[in-house]
């Protein structure tokens, strides 16, 4: 008998149900994130069709929008260019925010061997490109936790120090504040730009501003 090696490494599939045992959502008080984007207003993104990113809508982005954020300004930038390790000159006008919580959040920590482990998961829910997968958990995880704000899992790139965040803005857009940062090809952005180069490895080919 013959196995697909890629079977090995398949994520499951959601239950139908939550698992009987459940967990708790982790509520985290005073939560300060940060997320480089494209779209003037962060908290109004993009919609694609069939979701693109790990814990998009499956389907369309208006069946409940989402935005990413990673817990260090660092973060944001080992997301999007760690797999490129580049920071080519396109992103000049690439907008840079934090996003500030004025309420609790209530996270499903994915983040937490427990909770992985009670829904037969592990460390590939957030490690894996099997986005069709992921989608499909969240969506589950939309359906089990009406009260969740968004999900708390691990960074591929930046580590296990700086989980990143799938914030359900159709529970907390109302919760989150934008303090816009600026361009990367800002001069007041270059330091964070160059050390976010010089802890990933990233290339920078943004010219300095004058």
Not at 18 to 38: M, S, T
Not at 76 to 81: D, N, R
Not at 114 to 137: C, E, F, H, N, P
Request: glycine share 6%.
């Amino acid at each position: 008998m013959t196995v697909d090696p890629a079977d090995f490494d398949r994520l499951p599939a959601p239950p139908r149900n939550l698992p009987a045992r459940g967990f708790a959502l982790d509520v985290v008080e005073d939560l300060v994130v940060f997320r480089l984007h494209w779209d003037a207003n962060p908290l109004r993104p993009k919609r694609h069709l069939r979701g693109k990113y790990r814990f998009d809508a499956p389907r369309n982005g208006a069946e409940y929008p989402v935005t990413y954020a990673n817990l260090a300004a660092h973060g944001a930038f080992a997301e999007v260019y760690g797999d490129t390790q580049l920071i080519s000159e396109r992103e000049t006008d690439r907008r840079f925010s934090t996003l500030i919580a004025n309420r609790p959040l209530r996270l499903i920590a994915l983040d937490d061997p427990t909770v992985q482990k009670t829904l037969r998961l592990d460390g590939r829910i957030a490690m894996s490109k099997q986005y069709v997968t992921t989608m499909l958990w969240s969506r589950a995880l939309h359906r089990w936790f009406p009260d969740a704000d968004g999900i708390r899992y691990a960074s591929r790139h930046a580590g296990g120090q700086f989980p990143n965040f799938c914030l359900l803005l159709d529970r907390c857009r109302s919760a989150l504040a934008i303090a816009p940062r600026g361009r990367l090809g800002d001069a007041a952005l270059r330091p964070l730009v160059l050390d976010a180069a010089d802890r990933y490895r990233l290339t920078v080919l943004i010219p300095r501003s004058r």
